[in-house]
């Protein structure tokens, strides 16, 4: 009899306590929210953008061949004075509960990380379990972060997706850019050692963005690009760093991996072009007399990827010379760099943090006036060696020599 | 004292659980900042003494329960006492674990479920294995160690190949010298995890071949917290000593910036599992030592009798010892290690071998 009993009550056991039902949450209650926007408004109030996964346009359209009449993306506003009120306002608006485990972007507006810092702004996602902090954070440069989460994107549909993907391509092709994660800045942010950079994005008209015909086009009204790295002191943004002053910030963070060096050759400006395939950047403290310096040592590899005048590739000597003149330019780039961080007072290079971990005694000295005094004077030795390995299928060009 | 016997291998795989159990989880040491993993070695120096000495009683009495042997040394009304006191230490520290293990539960993932609930199916699956017996507690720790290994060793492999590890992050080494070391040592690493394995003086006695007692409880330690210091080391190398510190769950944070190839990221099912594991191993052992002894202090013929009752006493102990998290982790940190745990693990322990010693003596020159 008890045994009868209990092979009832383990299976009836089992399937009040194992299925694990409590506070559930199906699929079709969620709202996925792929990007998050923040402004501030007039009142001094944040305004929060959250882009919204419509599932049924994005899934359905391929497969039926058929264009639905609704974009991929809903984006729905509200106002709070926090973060966290940003998302239970919209609530009011939208029919399902936001969902933040697949945040691919946060967008901070350019206004608000001048003028009141970003500083508040992060403690609500790292804290939160369900975003997370590998997501990646932008600067919408001289825009609303509102009218970049509304803008719709032509290849990738969910315009997030695609600004994620435009920053990674970008970033591996020309190392013009970093794809800051929200850790990182937190990071730097936390410690006087290191102070953020984070890539801006802006839009190449005003436009807008929000309709679906603006899409519905071979140019689109619209589109996002990426606009520079912004330099932030503390948690200010401060400067705007652009092509090669910011692939020098890229190369000093050792995050270059491919990009191209184009050089003035006799006259001819950029006129050889030098594909760069890998790149490794170390920096090293040095003390000199009791003053800090860095030692900066690029090494590079690379082929040629074009020549506009007539070069006898197939001559060493020509590439050393090339190899030479690459040098001088990758070198002046990283001093502009240096030059514009030390402009803005702002360690964005986190020299200080390989001063702490080098030389724990002098920075003891040094950290109270790092930024004012110690970096801004900092001398920087800066040392690269690039190398050709290979000219391509052809080795002379089928310029003749006018020269 | 139930009949029954583990062999070696099950010995050192149960402290080796133990001793990974919530210290993996939590960050361990971080007072220490760069050198936690330094204060971690100096806990584990200070712990392997505390073996010793728990193991000398044991070598002194293999067959009994340290519940015996107290009575034996220091009379028996002392003794029970003292024994019925280390029963309630036993007992309390399982409730503390539940409530660590239903705290994390619940900070990572079921925000929004009852901390009781959580507590609650740990707890039953606990008392339903305390209830098969030392033996089958071994057996799936057999089985839980392979499962954790291999969870290790892919994660360890999985941080590495996506380059997270910056080894500068763990310098300057020894910045403000030894000192703050040692005192986060003092006040916390010998203790949590290393000293509470005097927990073990309870399972000593079921070991089938008590001369490998010593070295597999020392190997067992000392694997253990090479494992701790590395994960410590990895952590910290990782995410860096700011967000080390600020972190509830380091290791949650390591495993969730693994991304690879756009697709193996997001693998926070890693940490869960090393916290279910650790953490069922840990509370099965303390709460098994609880009721065998309170079993033999109260003469109770079939112990089993104890363990539902008791168990509920720990599962409503793991929900009222604290009204929140921080406040759970401050007395962890502050209180337990200097009302309890110094008595517990170093002084009560050292003063029987005292004693022992000293009859010994007497007993010579007679």
Known sequence: MIRVFGLFLIPAISITLLTGCWSTTELNELALVSAIGIDKNEEGEYVGSFQIINPGSVAGSKSTGQGTASPPVTVYTSTAKNLVGLSRNISAKASRRLYFAHTSVVVIAEELAREEGIKNLLDALDRDPEFRTTTAIIIAKNARARDLIKILTPIDQIPAENVIKMLKTNETMSGENINTKTRQVIDALSTKERDPVITGVELTREAEGGKLESIQQTEPESIIQVGGIALFRNDRLVDWAREKTARGIVFLLNKVKETDISIDWKGNEEAVVYNMIRQHTTVKPVIKNGKPEIDVHVKAEGIIGEVQVAIDLSNPDTLKRIEQEVNKEIQGELSKAIEKAKENKTDIFGFGESFHSTYPEHWKRFEKEWNDTYFSELKANIKVESFIRRTGLRNKPYLKDTN | ?366
């Open chain 2, 1 to 366: 004292m139930e009949k029954a016997k583990i062999d070696a291998i099950q010995l050192f795989i149960l402290i080796f659980l133990f001793e990974l159990g919530s210290a993996l989880l939590v960050p361990l040491a971080i007072e220490a900042e760069e050198d936690a993993w330094l204060a971690i070695f100096f806990g584990l120096a200070v712990g392997i003494l505390i073996f010793l000495i728990f193991h000398a009683l044991y070598q002194t009495y293999p067959d009994s329960l340290p519940t015996q042997y107290m009575r034996n040394i220091i009379g028996n009304y002392l003794g029970w006492v003292l024994g019925f006191a280390y029963c309630l230490y036993f007992l309390y520290l399982s409730a503390r674990v539940l409530r660590d293990f239903g705290s994390m539960l619940l900070t990572i993932a079921y925000h929004e479920t009852p901390l009781f609930i959580v507590n609650l199916l740990l707890i039953l699956l606990i008392i339903y294995t305390v209830y098969q017996g030392i033996e089958v507690m071994a057996r799936t720790g057999e089985l839980l160690f392979v499962i954790l290994y291999v969870l290790a060793i892919s994660g360890f492999i999985l941080i590495v190949s996506s380059g997270l590890i910056d080894l500068s992050n763990l310098k300057p080494v020894l910045e403000d010298g030894i000192v703050p070391i040692l005192n986060v040592a003092i006040t916390q690493t010998i203790f949590v995890p290393f000293g509470e394995a005097i927990v073990f003086s309870v399972i000593l006695p079921y070991l089938n071949n008590p001369k490998k007692a010593k070295k597999v409880g020392i190997l067992a330690l000392c694997l253990s917290g090479i494992n701790l210091m590395i994960v410590m080391a990895v952590n910290i190398a990782v995410l860096g000593v700011n967000l080390t510190k600020r972190s509830q769950f380091p290791l949650l944070t390591t495993i969730q910036s693994i991304q690879i190839a756009d697709f193996l990221e997001r693998l926070d099912v890693f940490f869960m599992l090393a916290l279910i594991i650790g953490i069922f191993i840990k509370i099965t052992i303390f709460f098994y030592a609880a009721v065998i002894g309170l079993g033999d202090l109260f003469k109770v013929t079939n112990v089993k009798q104890l363990i539902y009752p008791l168990g509920l006493v720990v599962l409503l102990l793991s929900n009222s010892i604290a009204s929140n998290i921080t406040e759970h982790i401050q007395e962890g940190l502050v209180i337990i290690p200097f009302i309890l745990h110094f008595p517990f693990q170093i002084l009560f322990p050292l003063f029987l071998l005292l004693i022992v010693y000293l009859k010994k003596r007497k007993k010579n020159k007679a």
